[in-house]
């Protein structure tokens, strides 16, 4: 017998609850009503057919605080029926990779029809988001309750739910056995070990696991980096211009690790499906406006915004608000050499010891000072990137990334230009690479981690009084979990945690030919780090849900780009040092000359390992 969504039955009253719908706290009856009958509603009737209930049942809110909570579910038939929706990609059994189509269940490898673990839990909890994101008005004028929400013919329900405030959150729910099981095989037992890629990607995700992978590649790539600067630090780091050699390896090592990622990247997501798995047609992002009108492409009423009012306001106010934020960022940096000369001249008029330690106050300074001046200016970039009202989400994402990456850059390595440039002096150059890159790895570890742990281990203990202070007769396990899950912070995305890889290989890449153990420390971090972003993934978050990625997105790019700049400075760098000029002692032009050549042999080079 051929299953069909209409026969499928979504009153089941006892369901594994997937995902947690939460409604604010004044929400009207008829509201919840019209919301529960569209969620079990028929695919034909313009439902998304899942499993819906309360979180408690009548006699649990007479006994536990009533919470405007709701769990949704969905049978394993249904969940297999959205896999194909959505075309997911799975390995058959002849080991190709196809899209998932319910027809041909059995030729899968690994499909049973008593086996429920064929999707991952990310995938099923990622195909329920997509089903109530696809939950789209019809007749519908306005949500039931509220005559201010307006509705119109193909518009996203839970999406103008959730900016009305009648939904507050909408996340998926831990699974405590199965997270146990991954946290012990990944950062409980802290042991210089391979990550559980595979077992990351099934519980959270294709986005998270590469994350990981990228983190975990880029860690071991420093090591040789790392084993070669500890004895050139030791062995020759008295004589401060000795780093040509140094600087060539740099060279290399920064254009080579980029391209095997790539192709190991590409093996991964083939081995999970999302090298070749079709891309969804890209929604209108929750935050764009407009005037209603009829979308050319897609036929359907939806908001319109004139791209030319977006390039006004991008070339008019944005891009000035950018440019003006980068010479504050180069005035800071002005004020930094005032107090690293006062510093010096206060040393060499005392010459005592506390004043030889003065000397790396201005740069501790200026590096707590930069990463205060990043995150403000985060807050004003997403401000003025949602100001310019995108359509699609990735487009947001594009021009978020530009104005944060161009700023970064410019914040944490301009000084060090400066320094290596124009005052040429490798002993400053030295010392304010060591200072930028170490404090920000500590304020890094402390703010993303460390802070936000303590904070939810102190609510994890009050939610916990609570609930034994109940008495219950009920099991509150669900409850418990549930309230302790929604006060997470949420995840905002792997934004963050790739910018601060692409400002350390920065640090690593550009400048640590003079300062050979940059490697060494970046690599005890991201040690840590990988332990750290576990527990903040695991215990600090909401779950978040599952996104099907091909690679690192736009984050290779601007690696890359990096990579393509660190070839130049190495090239000038070695065109500066002293070995170099004593082979051309008269001619500085034909030195220039054999400079320039290089640096475009190794973009020459860069360029073509990455075409093959």
Partial sequence: ?????????????????LVVIELAQDVKDETKEWLKNRIIAKKKDGGAQLLFRPLLNKYEKETLENQNLYLVGASNVRLLLGAEAVGLVKECTDAAMRAFTYGTRHNFKGFHDNNNDFLTMAECQFII??????????????????????????????????????????FPLHDTEALKKLEDTWYTRFALKYQPIDSIRSYFGETIALYFGFLEYFTFALIPMAIIGLPYYLFVWEDYDKYVIFASFNLIWSTVILEVWKRGCANMTYRWGTLVMKRQFEEPRPGFHGVLG?????????????????????????????CLCLYFSLYVMMIYFDMEDWALSLHEDSGSEWTSLLLYVPSIVYAVVIEIMNRLYRYA?????????????????NHLILKVLVFNFLNCFASLFYIAFVL?????????????????QILNQVVESLLPYWLQRKYCARVKRKVQALKSDVDTTLYEQVLLEKEMGTYLGTFDDYLELFLQFGYVSLFSCVYPLAAAFAVLNNFTEVNSDALKMCRVFKRPFAEPSASIGVWQLAFETMSVISVVTNCA????????????????????????????????????????
Avoid at 584 to 591: G, H, I, N, V, Y
């Fill in 424 to 440: 040429k002096d490798m002993k400053l150059l030295r010392q304010s690479l060591a200072t930028l890159l170490i404090t920000s």
């Fill in 381 to 397: 970039a997403e401000f003025l990137t949602s100001w310019e009202n995108h359509r699609l989400e990735s487009a947001y994402q």
């Fill in 1 to 17: 017998m051929r299953v069909t969504l209409s026969t499928l039955d979504t009153c089941e009253s006892s369901f594994t609850p």
């Fill in 129 to 170: 988001k997509h089903e109530l994101e696809n939950l789209r008005a019809r007749d519908e004028k306005m949500i039931p309750g509220y005559p201010q929400a307006k509705l119109y013919p193909g518009k996203s329900l839970m999406r103008r739910l959730l900016t009305s405030g009648i939904v507050t959150q909408v």
């Fill in 573 to 612: 760098l070695i065109g500066m040092s002293p070995q170099v000029n004593a082979v051309f002692p008269e001619s500085k032009t034909d030195l220039v000359l054999i400079v320039v050549a290089v640096e475009v042999l190794g973009l020459q080079a860069s360029f073509t390992i990455g075409f093959y």
């Fill in 294 to 322: 009829i979308n050319s492409v897609t036929g359907r009423e939806e908001p319109l915004y004139s791209s030319y009012k977006r390039q006004l306001r991008i070339y008019l106010v944005s891009l000035p608000f950018v």
